[in-house]
């Protein structure tokens, strides 16, 4: 059976992860998602554009709708909106 590793070894670990892997990682770890933000991320590509964020090789992008429920005489009775977020990884990796 594996040991888990301590949090200098972790912490080792995650600095030298590419930051696409290690953002993966972390969304789905619990545990790391605890000290990780004391880790520096080494970023090669960040921008920011009307619709997205591009970190590295990874866009998130931001999903807006909007939806009008109108009565009879087609007086709006409520507005819905929501929001998702998608990421999706850009090739060729930097």
Do not use: H
């Not at 990682?25 to 545990?31: D, E, F, I």
């Not at 991320?41 to 109108?70: C, G, H, M, P, Q």
């Amino acid at each position: 059976m594996s040991k888990p590793l301590s949090y200098q070894s972790t912490r080792c670990v995650l600095q030298y992860f590419n930051c696409t892997e290690r953002f993966l990682l972390t969304s789905r770890c619990p545990t790391i998602k605890q000290f990780e933000k004391s880790i520096p991320l080494r970023v090669k590509r960040l921008e920011f554009t009307k619709d997205d964020i591009i970190l590295n090789n990874l866009r998130f992008r931001l999903n807006w709708a909007y939806s009008k429920k109108r009565a009879g005489r087609g007086d709006v009775i409520s507005y819905t909106s929501f929001c998702s977020v998608t990421i999706t990884k850009e090739y060729p990796n930097i």
